[in-house]
């Protein structure tokens, strides 16, 4: 297969990061790339998504990195696991044993291990400069489900209809489920037995993730929901945010720094220094640009208000909302192209402490795999869960549709992506944001 075949199938197959914001896989794919990274970290606390991937599709990983070494003309790949998962690492290295250029990377077991520029420095040793994509140092990084996406887009001709999940929390026992795009929430749930009558739902990690309605529906990205009862540490802290922080900042902040320390961006040399951040907003410091543009290297991690500050004080918060605003006026992050590691490198969070701080160990139990498919009556596809240009619809209200078929068009030159149905059904409505199909 040819590099141009390769690039036009994954993009046909409306493939994008299974776990992240959702970038269009195909942009990434570009020649002249020197590594391919595959993020097996997991980091965040509860989710067996990629782990039980990586154990029931070792093989047809293995295949397909093989593959994309040939046809991308790469140096070399390196697979990123934590070492808790050991029987996993022996199976892995037993696999490659053969392939010189494919290496087992053991990460850690702490958080963000699997943050994408952290996850670099820990593979290569390379660090990607603030404001930088990877390809700027001729790497490519691809989640573990995203890479299974390419295989079953390449060898079964798939597109991107199903979604693995981690239903987790106050449950009998955990699951990983496959569930159709657009599947509802509350579909999802009947899958486990819920061991209390009233919970809420953290859709993705307890560190990144944001407590929804049960009315969201399943999207290329989601990775987790975890049910938990309103008591938990986590829930009162997600849920003091908003203007209160600014004004705790204010009173509280007694710029002990450790929140900078802990910055796992900071450890890379980026400059991204909270506690001046928190400073500026208690002193009124705001008009120097310094203060503010410390924010634009923040990747959301939360380490620095949820594990690093001894106060209970926001400043993740604080330094999101000085990041979305200057992206909106336009100020776009900048760096030294070959920055230095900070000091404080040895600066960790252990992801068993996090569990402890968050007060999640009771919910830590290994999830199960569920090998059959599930999806609702009804599945609401969105058009514009990506990062990018939203697909435009292809299909009408009415219109007879198969799982598979493509009703919502990207761009290949654009960041932009397909949409395939994932039931076979009837159109019964189109919105700006979603299709909506019913399954017959
Ligand atoms: S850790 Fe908390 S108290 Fe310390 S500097 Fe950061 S925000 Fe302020
Ligand atoms: S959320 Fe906090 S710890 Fe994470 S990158 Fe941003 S400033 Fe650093």
């Given at each position: 297969m040819t590099y141009e075949i390769f690039k036009a199938q994954v993009f046909e197959a409306g493939i994008i990061g299974a776990g992240g914001a959702g970038f269009p896989t195909h942009i990434k794919l570009?020649?002249?790339?020197?590594y391919l990274i595959i993020n097996g970290a997991e980091c965040e606390p509860l989710m067996y998504t990629d782990y039980e991937i990586m154990t029931h599709f070792s093989e047809e990983l293995v295949t397909i990195i093989r593959d994309m070494l040939k046809i991308m003309g790469l140096k070399k790949a390196i697979w990123a696991v934590k070492s808790k998962h050991q029987a996993l690492i022996s199976h892995l290295s037993t696999l490659t044993s053969l392939d010189d250029n494919i290496e087992i990377c053991i990460l850690p077991n702490i958080y963000p291990v699997g943050d994408e520029l952290t996850l670099i420095y820990k593979c290569t040793g390379i660090i990607i400069p603030k404001g930088k994509l990877p390809s700027h140092k001729k790497i490519i990084a691809l989640n573990i489900e995203t890479l299974y996406n390419i295989y079953q887009c390449i060898y079964e001709g798939q597109p991107v209809t199903y979604k693995y999940i981690t239903v987790t929390g106050t449950v009998e026992v955990p699951k990983v489920i496959q569930a159709a795009i657009g599947t509802t929430f509350e579909e999802l749930i009947k899958h486990v037995t819920v061991t209390i009558p009233e919970y809420d739902i953290l859709l993705g990690g307890p560190m990144m993730g944001n407590f929804v309605s049960s009315d969201i529906k399943v999207t290329k990205t989601t990775k987790a929901i975890i049910l938990l009862p309103r008591e938990t540490v986590i829930y009162h802290k997600k849920r003091a945010v908003g203007i209160g922080s600014i004004k705790r900042a204010m009173s509280s902040c007694s710029q002990c720094q450790m929140c900078t320390d802990l910055c796992p961006r900071n450890r890379l040399g980026h400059q991204v220094e909270p506690h001046k951040l928190m400073n500026a907003f208690a002193n009124g410091l705001l008009q120097n640009s310094n203060n503010l543009h410390t924010a634009l290297g923040c990747c959301g991690c939360n380490t620095c208000s949820y594990y690093a500050c001894h106060h209970d004080l926001s400043p993740a918060e604080l330094m999101m909302m000085v990041k979305r605003e200057l992206m909106k006026q336009g100020v776009k992050p900048s760096g030294e192209d070959n920055p230095k590691l900070s000091n404080?490198?040895?600066?960790e969070v252990p992801s068993s402490r996090l569990l402890d701080k968050l007060g999640l160990k009771h919910y830590d139990k290994h999830a199960i795999f569920e090998e059959s498919k599930i999806t609702s009556q009804v599945v609401y596809l969105p058009?514009?869960?990506?990062?990018?240009k939203p697909a435009s619809p292809v299909v009408n209200v009415g219109d007879y549709v198969k799982e598979g078929q493509k009703i919502a068009s990207g761009d290949l030159t654009r960041i932009s992506t397909n949409i395939h149905s994932s039931i076979n059904g009837v159109v019964k409505r189109i919105t700006e944001t979603e299709i909506i199909i019913e399954r017959r």
């Open positions: 570009d020649v002249g790339m020197d404080n490198v040895t600066a058009i514009a869960a990506h990062i990018g």
